[in-house]
């Protein structure tokens, strides 16, 4: 049974570098075609797909947070994590990384394990 | 940006069958995912592929789409069966519905 565990800092400051990483157990990250994702939820509010990557290290972001969003894979650790800079309170969310297994169109991905989220605020 | 539009809530009594609608241009030619996400929990897949049910799900999930509208059906709801629900889409992104919060009552 595949988990994924997010950690990190709770609190970050505003214009600083929000940094997350998500450990994956019960499977290696890099066997399978499987996408690792950041996926983030304002409280009260929807969800927000941030980004994926490949055990390869081939990215794709949301095109809203393209510009501030870096995410990265260490398959040596089995884990891959999120950078998004010049956060404000707008980027105050529970973020979660999630797996997208292959699918047989090629191109319809979801999300099939989460973590359990962890609680990030922006504030000075 | 390409847009998946749910009600945002839909009331049920116990026992009774509650459903959920998502709409989306193209979603006719995408495949359909549905998750539940109870209050403090991480969102749960319900129901991937338009229709199909991990394993896991109670058979009384069950999803199915009709041109550009996927709708997840929930028969016999229970009252563990509150919770918002989220439709997603693949569009060279992740795309999620606003989400709709069932209520059994």
């Known amino acids: 049974q595949v988990q994924l565990q997010e950690s990190g800092p709770g609190l970050v400051k505003p214009s600083q570098t929000l940094s997350l990483t998500c450990t994956v157990s019960?499977?290696?990250?890099?066997?399978?075609?499987?996408?690792w994702n950041w996926i983030r939820q304002p409280a009260g509010k929807g969800l927000e797909w941030i980004g994926r990557?490949?055990?390869?290290?081939?990215?794709s972001y949301n095109p809203s947070l393209k510009t501030r969003v870096t995410i990265s894979v260490d398959t040596s650790k089995n884990q891959f994590s999120l950078n998004l800079s010049s956060v404000t309170a707008a980027d105050t969310a529970v973020y979660y990384c999630?797996?997208?297994?292959?699918?047989?169109?090629?191109?319809?991905?979801?999300?099939?394990?989460w973590g359990q989220g962890t609680l990030v605020t922006v504030s000075s | 940006s390409y847009d998946l539009t749910q009600p945002p809530s839909v009331s049920v009594s116990p026992g009774q069958t509650a459903s959920i609608t998502c709409s989306g241009d193209?979603?006719?030619?995408?495949?359909a995912y549905w998750y539940q996400q109870r209050p403090g929990q991480s969102p749960l897949l319900v129901i991937y592929?338009?229709?199909k049910r991990p394993s896991g799900i109670p058979e009384r999930f069950s999803g199915s789409k009709s041109g550009n509208t996927a709708t997840l059906t929930i028969s016999g709801t229970q009252a563990v069966d509150e919770a918002d629900y989220y439709c997603?889409?693949?569009?060279?992104?992740?795309?999620f519905g606003g989400g709709t919060m069932l209520t059994v009552l």
């Open positions: 999630a797996r997208s297994p292959p699918t047989y169109t090629g191109y319809d991905y979801y999300f099939d394990y």
């Open positions: 019960g499977g290696s990250i890099s066997s399978g075609s499987y996408y």
């Open positions: 990557i490949y055990a390869t290290g081939s990215t």
């Open positions: 997603q889409a693949w569009h060279t992104t992740g795309v």
């Open positions: 193209t979603l006719g030619r995408r495949r």
């Open positions: 592929e338009d229709s």
